[in-house]
């Protein structure tokens, strides 16, 4: 793994900024996994000003995004479809229809993640996956557990993932119990993988993560069998 500790999250963002423009700078017509939460927002706001200012070029890049609670409505501003439109795909001139989340309404939530793996396959996979961590070391939504699940799939939140992410919500009872996600082989399979930490909540699952180790208790560990990773990461996540 490739590790940058910055001096704080305004320094993490415009680092991993850089590492996501020289991909498509290099690949103007790239295939970007993008993720949510708090964390990436500052590196969506620099990707965002490097475009206005004319140095980035989002008209060829499709998105994916790693996950979407369900059941959410698109339109719901508590839904990560919103989240995208508002911090990102609003601000750069990215075409809509390049741009995908899972459907948190769909009927049939199975056939939903079948074909969106098979959408990203047929995209010719991704070039560079964003990633943010839970405190509990979650990916995406893949929450710890005795087995992890490879494909796209429906996933239950754990207690500790709920309150995390109550925040966001007026209540935790507000917040959905499931959420569908992208499972661990396509979050593998992407070319290169950067992973974002902010703030001393993730110390612990940073630190085991670095430690090179593998447990499906902390699904962030699995990283260390793929062979192109970024760390980037603030003093507080690193120092705790
Ligand atoms: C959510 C998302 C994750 C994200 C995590 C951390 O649960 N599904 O992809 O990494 O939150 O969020 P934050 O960056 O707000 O700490």
Known sequence: ????????????????????ASVITLKPDCVLGLATGSTPVGMY????????????????????NLDEYYPIKASDPQSYRYFMNKNLFNNI??????????????PDTDAECAAYDKAIEAAGGIDIQVLGIGNNGHIGFNEPADELVAATHVQGLTESTIEANSRFFSSADEVPKHALTMGMAPIMKAKRIII???GKGKHAALKEMLSGGITTKNPATILNLHSDVTVVCDEDAYNG
């Open 1 to 20: 793994m490739k590790l940058y500790v910055c001096k704080n999250y305004d320094e993490m963002s415009a680092k991993a900024a850089d590492v996501v």
């Open 196 to 198: 974002l930490i902010s």
């Open 93 to 106: 001139n990215i075409d809509i229809e390049n741009t995908h989340v899972l459907n948190g309404e769909a």
């Open 45 to 64: 706001k620099c990707l965002a000003e490097m475009n206005k200012a004319g140095k980035l070029d989002f008209a060829g890049v499709k998105t994916y």
